[in-house]
Each structure stands twice: as structure tokens, then as C-alpha cells.
């Protein structure tokens, strides 16, 4: 059975919300963030291709108009935030380059 479609935004706005580190003891908490944080990606055209076809063939997948790549890449962030063995593939991964 698929699990259910989470909302990933508001995942991400939630993660966003949760302090780094600890707040001092004694001191008030920092308080929340509460803006989106920008990234820029450059990517290689092949592997921006890669991405548009994998978005392609999942909003075909997921019966949907479109599925853009910042779709894709936060619910990457997501994943790798839930899965260990994600975690330490992408980690042996960057261990090579």
C-alpha cells in the first residue's frame, strides 16, 4: 500500500522553525526563524536534464500537470532527513569526488 503524500512544504517550514542548537542556560530562546532560506543550485546539463525527466515521468506517475524540481530536491532533503542508509550512501558518495 503507497503511503500517504505528505505535506512537504510545511514539513520544511517546521524543520525551518526548530532551533539549530540548544538555547543557552539561564538566556531566553533564540527565537524561530521564520523565512524560507534561499539556495542556489548550479547543476551540469545532463544532470539537469535527468532532473526534468525524472519530474516529467513523475507528474505522469502521480497523475499531476507538472512536479518542478524544487518539488524533487525538498522532498530529497526530506528523505535523507528520515532515511540513515540515505544518509550514509550520499556521505560514501561525497567520500569519492
Given at each position: 500500500m503507497a503511503r500517504p503524500r505528505r505535506d512537504l512544504t510545511k514539513q520544511m517550514e517546521q524543520a525551518?522553525?526548530?532551533?539549530?542548537t540548544p538555547p543557552p542556560a539561564g538566556g531566553p530562546a533564540p527565537a524561530p526563524r521564520a523565512k524560507l532560506v534561499r539556495?542556489?543550485?548550479?547543476?551540469a546539463p545532463a544532470?539537469?536534464?535527468?532532473?526534468?525527466e525524472?519530474?516529467?515521468?513523475?507528474?505522469?506517475?502521480l497523475e499531476r500537470p507538472r512536479v518542478?524540481?524544487?518539488?524533487v530536491l525538498r522532498s530529497l532533503l526530506a528523505e535523507l532527513a528520515e532515511d540513515e542508509a540515505?544518509?550514509?550512501?550520499v556521505q560514501a558518495r561525497l567520500a569519492t569526488l
Open positions: 525551518a522553525a526548530r532551533p539549530a539556495l542556489s543550485l548550479d547543476l544532470a539537469y536534464r535527468e532532473l526534468q525524472f519530474c516529467s515521468a513523475t507528474a505522469v506517475a518542478t524540481g524544487v518539488e540515505l544518509g550514509q550512501r
